[in-house]
C-alpha cells in the first residue's frame, strides 16, 4: 500500500470515529430533561418594538 492509500483510509476512520462521538454527545444532550424557567424568575414582560420605515415618493436628482 502506498502513504496516500493509508493517509485516505486513516483520515476516513478519524472522521467515522469523531461523526460516531458527536452522535453520542447529541443524544445525551437530547437525552436530559429539559423544564422551562418558571415565569416568576423573568424581571419584566417582553416587548415587541417593530419599526417601518416608507418612502412615498422619490425625487430624481
Known amino acids: ?3 496516500s ?6 483520515t476516513g ?5 469523531l461523526a460516531i462521538a ?5 443524544q445525551l444532550l437530547d437525552y ?3 423544564k422551562p ?4 424568575q423573568f424581571s419584566q414582560a417582553p416587548a415587541i418594538i ?3 420605515w ?4 422619490i425625487t430624481p436628482m
Open 13 to 17: 476512520a478519524i472522521s467515522v470515529i
Open 22 to 26: 458527536y452522535l453520542i454527545l447529541v
Open 50 to 52: 417593530s419599526f417601518c
Open 32 to 34: 436530559r430533561d429539559m
Open 1 to 3: 500500500m502506498n502513504r
Open 54 to 57: 416608507q418612502i412615498d415618493k
Open 37 to 40: 424557567a418558571p415565569i416568576s
Open 5 to 10: 492509500k493509508i493517509i485516505a483510509i486513516l
